[in-house]
Nanobody
Framework: QVQLVESGGGLVQPGGSLRLSCAAS????????MGWYRQAQGKQRELVAV???????NYADSVKGRFSISRDNAKNTVYLQMNSLKPEDTAVYYC???????????????WGQGTQVTVSS
Protein backbone atom coordinates (compact mmCIF):
# COMPACT_ATOMS: atom_id res chain seq x y z
CA GLN A 1 0.00 0.00 0.00
CA VAL A 2 2.99 2.30 0.42
CA GLN A 3 5.72 2.99 -2.11
CA LEU A 4 8.84 5.12 -1.93
CA VAL A 5 10.37 6.70 -5.02
CA GLU A 6 13.79 8.28 -4.80
CA SER A 7 15.15 10.96 -7.10
CA GLY A 8 17.84 13.61 -7.26
CA GLY A 9 20.96 11.54 -7.66
CA GLY A 10 23.50 12.06 -10.38
CA LEU A 11 27.01 13.18 -11.18
CA VAL A 12 28.41 16.21 -9.40
CA GLN A 13 31.85 17.75 -9.06
CA PRO A 14 33.65 17.86 -5.71
CA GLY A 15 32.39 20.77 -3.68
CA GLY A 16 29.02 20.70 -5.37
CA SER A 17 25.58 20.05 -3.95
CA LEU A 18 22.68 17.70 -4.53
CA ARG A 19 19.30 17.26 -2.93
CA LEU A 20 17.85 13.80 -2.78
CA SER A 21 14.11 13.31 -2.53
CA CYS A 22 12.12 10.35 -1.30
CA ALA A 23 8.41 10.58 -2.06
CA ALA A 24 6.00 8.28 -0.29
CA SER A 25 2.65 7.42 -1.79
CA UNK A 26 -0.24 5.24 -0.75
CA UNK A 27 -2.48 4.99 2.27
CA UNK A 28 -0.38 7.14 4.55
CA UNK A 29 -1.59 8.72 7.74
CA UNK A 30 1.73 10.16 8.77
CA UNK A 31 5.46 9.86 8.36
CA UNK A 32 7.24 9.01 11.57
CA UNK A 33 10.93 8.19 11.70
CA MET A 34 13.02 8.55 8.56
CA GLY A 35 16.58 7.92 7.59
CA TRP A 36 19.07 7.98 4.75
CA TYR A 37 21.61 5.25 4.17
CA ARG A 38 24.33 4.79 1.61
CA GLN A 39 26.34 1.92 0.25
CA ALA A 40 29.52 2.45 -1.70
CA GLN A 41 30.74 -0.16 -4.15
CA GLY A 42 32.24 -3.02 -2.21
CA LYS A 43 31.36 -1.48 1.15
CA GLN A 44 28.73 -2.17 3.75
CA ARG A 45 25.63 -0.04 3.99
CA GLU A 46 25.92 2.76 6.53
CA LEU A 47 23.55 5.16 8.18
CA VAL A 48 24.00 8.71 6.93
CA ALA A 49 21.26 10.65 8.69
CA VAL A 50 18.21 9.86 10.78
CA UNK A 51 15.24 11.83 12.04
CA UNK A 52 13.15 10.06 14.67
CA UNK A 53 10.17 12.33 14.08
CA UNK A 54 10.31 13.43 17.68
CA UNK A 55 12.75 16.28 17.18
CA UNK A 56 15.94 14.24 17.29
CA UNK A 57 18.35 14.08 14.35
CA ASN A 58 21.69 12.36 14.05
CA TYR A 59 24.34 12.29 11.35
CA ALA A 60 27.31 10.16 10.57
CA ASP A 61 30.53 11.89 11.56
CA SER A 62 31.66 11.91 7.96
CA VAL A 63 28.75 14.11 6.85
CA LYS A 64 28.15 16.36 9.85
CA GLY A 65 28.01 19.99 8.84
CA ARG A 66 27.53 19.09 5.18
CA PHE A 67 24.32 17.05 4.99
CA SER A 68 20.88 17.89 6.30
CA ILE A 69 17.78 15.71 6.57
CA SER A 70 14.33 17.26 6.34
CA ARG A 71 10.76 16.53 5.38
CA ASP A 72 7.67 18.06 3.80
CA ASN A 73 4.70 16.42 5.46
CA ALA A 74 2.23 17.97 3.02
CA LYS A 75 3.98 16.13 0.18
CA ASN A 76 4.88 13.01 2.16
CA THR A 77 8.43 13.57 1.02
CA VAL A 78 11.75 13.43 2.83
CA TYR A 79 14.95 15.07 1.65
CA LEU A 80 18.66 14.85 2.05
CA GLN A 81 20.47 18.07 1.24
CA MET A 82 24.11 17.34 0.48
CA ASN A 83 26.62 20.17 0.31
CA SER A 84 30.38 20.30 -0.11
CA LEU A 85 30.34 16.88 -1.66
CA LYS A 86 33.48 14.79 -1.67
CA PRO A 87 34.51 11.85 -3.84
CA GLU A 88 34.15 9.59 -0.82
CA ASP A 89 30.44 10.45 -0.76
CA THR A 90 30.02 8.41 -3.93
CA ALA A 91 27.50 5.67 -3.21
CA VAL A 92 23.99 4.46 -3.77
CA TYR A 93 21.74 6.30 -1.37
CA TYR A 94 18.64 4.70 0.09
CA CYS A 95 15.83 6.26 2.06
CA UNK A 96 14.01 4.40 4.78
CA UNK A 97 10.73 5.79 6.04
CA UNK A 98 8.48 4.59 8.81
CA UNK A 99 4.84 5.41 8.09
CA UNK A 100 1.56 5.00 9.87
CA UNK A 101 -1.12 3.61 7.57
CA UNK A 102 -4.20 5.70 6.96
CA UNK A 103 -6.82 3.05 7.59
CA UNK A 104 -5.37 0.83 10.29
CA UNK A 105 -2.89 3.13 12.02
CA UNK A 106 -0.17 0.52 11.91
CA UNK A 107 3.52 1.40 11.62
CA UNK A 108 5.88 -0.09 9.09
CA UNK A 109 9.18 0.85 7.48
CA UNK A 110 9.77 0.98 3.74
CA TRP A 111 12.90 1.25 1.61
CA GLY A 112 13.40 3.36 -1.46
CA GLN A 113 14.89 1.82 -4.58
CA GLY A 114 18.17 3.69 -4.24
CA THR A 115 19.69 6.50 -6.25
CA GLN A 116 23.29 6.76 -7.42
CA VAL A 117 25.38 9.72 -6.32
CA THR A 118 28.75 10.09 -8.01
CA VAL A 119 31.16 12.82 -6.97
CA SER A 120 33.96 13.18 -9.48
CA SER A 121 35.81 15.82 -11.43
Amino acid sequence: QVQLVESGGGLVQPGGSLRLSCAASGSIFSINAMGWYRQAQGKQRELVAVDTGGGSTNYADSVKGRFSISRDNAKNTVYLQMNSLKPEDTAVYYCNVEVTSLLFRTRRSYWGQGTQVTVSS
